[in-house]
């Protein structure tokens, strides 16, 4: 009601006195300090057209306000939609690059690192620490011994996991660090516990 009546009843149609359209700006917006802000005050609200044009300079203002804050919110937004997909597929790359599948199942059992020089190695990234290796079938369930060992059977890694079976199929699951190996020609083995070696060729990149 104080506002609609300040509309009305203090009619200056010749402008007397008043500040000019940058000072009623600066009002409204709170950019004009309160020390000239203060001086205008009285003749704001005893001016209809200076206290009209405040109000509407304010509107005007507010509604700027919220649609930079709304813009702002919706490039933070963005921002973050984009760094979570980049962050999503770079960890689903990283995944992928850390896990190594071995499918021995149609590869002959060999005995000792010399056995089936002329079959042709596995190719295996240095970076995989989780490897997942389909043995051969009618390898039974149970704890394997891993290891990767030169081609003179040196060893140079060692780990264990638990192979398991199903559709017919026995999978080993192991988690090892294989990147202190350098790249090159190499022999996987497995066994069980008190069974002799499985040897298998690899190649480490």
């Given at each position: 009601m104080l506002g609609r009546g300040l509309l009305r009843e203090f009619p200056n149609p010749?402008?007397?006195g008043c500040p000019d359209a940058t000072v009623l700006k600066g009002i409204a917006a709170h950019k004009l300090g309160l020390a000239d802000a203060e001086r205008w005050f009285d003749?704001?609200?005893s001016c209809s057209p200076c206290y009209r044009d405040v109000s509407q300079f304010r509107e005007a203002y507010e509604l700027r306000r919220?649609?930079?804050l709304l813009a702002v919110a919706a490039s933070v937004l963005i921002v973050a939609s984009v760094a979570g997909w980049a962050l999503a597929h770079r960890r689903q790359g990283t995944e992928y690059a850390q896990t190594a599948v071995l499918d021995?199942?149609?590869r002959s059992v060999s005995r000792g690192p010399e056995s089936n020089p002329s079959e042709r190695p596995l190719e295996v990234n240095r970076a995989a620490t989780h490897w997942t290796i389909y043995l051969p079938l009618g390898s039974?369930?149970?704890?394997?011994?891993?290891?990767?060992?030169?081609?003179?059977g040196e060893p140079l890694v060692a780990t264990s996991g638990t192979a398991k079976l199903k559709d017919q199929v026995t999978s080993l699951y192991v988690a090892a660090n294989f990147s202190p190996a350098?790249?090159?020609?190499?022999?996987?083995?497995?066994?069980?516990a008190g069974a002799e070696w499985?040897?298998?060729p690899i190649l480490l990149r």
């Open positions: 010749e402008r007397t003749h704001i609200t919220r649609r930079t021995l199942r149609n039974a369930e149970g704890t394997y011994d891993v290891r990767i060992v030169t081609l003179s350098r790249p090159g020609r190499y022999v996987l083995e497995f066994r069980r499985n040897s298998f």
